[in-house]
């Protein structure tokens, strides 16, 4: 199996889990508490954070971005070339679907149901683009840091905490935003809510990279990062 095989199949495996982590936990959560949305959300950003870094710990060796936006930027820094960013977004994308499908199906519903959940108005946008910059200067500035073995933590802290200081309770990721479109659950939203938060993370990445290349700008390559390993790191074959 060639490296960018490896890293794709890596993008689906770990963006699935971490859908999975979304969606499972949140229609768990709506069925244990169903009468305290605060204590959900508690219960879907714990599960979520805990599941990032598991993963993130568990495939950084071969490729851990679990989101688009983190790719782009990669590519924006130099890091990945463009075929191999295409194809670990499009596994990234497709992985969150079956995430959906498959946490859809272990809870005895419709393998696919669109979502009913309308998230929309000024200041979820917002959420969105202030929950995707922070999550990118939470990655690159841990790994520019030197310390990329840290990095799992750094997320899995940041996005249990942006749950709840964010208005959006930080999508922050496209990938997994298109997934939660097909289940009307806890952590579903609605296909006509997707595009506008798709924006938002997008312009979140923009000023994130800016913001990344104005702190960090002697530091003249990244010794390794979430999707593109670093040269001395072995890769299990």
């Given at each position: 199996m060639s490296v960018l095989t490896r890293r794709a199949v890596a993008e689906f495996v770990g963006t699935a889990f971490l859908v999975m982590a979304v969606v499972g936990s949140g229609v768990m959560a709506s069925r244990l508490s169903p009468n305290d949305v605060g204590l959900e959300l508690l219960q879907n950003s714990v599960a979520t954070g805990a599941a990032l870094?598991?993963?993130?710990?568990?495939?950084?060796?071969?490729?851990?971005?679990?989101?688009?936006v983190v790719t782009l930027v990669e590519r924006a820094l130099g890091i990945l070339d463009t075929p191999?960013?295409?194809?670990?977004?499009?596994?990234?994308?497709v992985g969150g679907l079956a995430g959906t499908v498959l946490a859809n199906l272990m809870f005895g519903l419709d393998a696919v149901t669109l979502s009913t959940h309308e998230r929309a108005g000024g200041g979820l946008w917002l959420g969105e683009v202030?929950?995707?910059?922070?999550?990118?200067?939470?990655?690159?500035?841990?790994?520019?840091?030197?310390?990329?073995e840290r990095v799992a933590f750094a997320v899995g802290?940041?996005?249990?905490a942006a749950y709840w200081f964010t208005s959006s309770t930080s999508f922050?990721?496209?990938?997994?935003?298109?997934?939660?479109?097909?289940?009307?659950?806890f952590a579903g939203i609605a296909p006509a809510s997707v595009p506008a938060f798709i924006?938002?993370?997008l312009l979140g990445g923009a000023v994130g990279f800016y913001l990344i290349r104005a702190l960090y700008p002697r530091v003249p390559a990244l010794p390794s990062s979430l999707s593109a390993p670093a040269p001395d790191?072995?890769?299990l074959s």
């Open positions: 870094v598991a993963l993130i710990l568990a495939l950084q060796p071969v490729s851990a971005s679990f989101n688009p191999t960013a295409l194809a670990l977004i499009a596994a990234q994308f202030i929950a995707t910059i922070g999550l990118l200067l939470v990655i690159f500035g841990t790994i520019r840091s030197g310390r990329p802290g940041y996005i249990t922050a990721n496209p990938a997994v935003t298109v997934a939660r479109t097909i289940t009307d659950t924006l938002a993370q790191r072995k890769v």
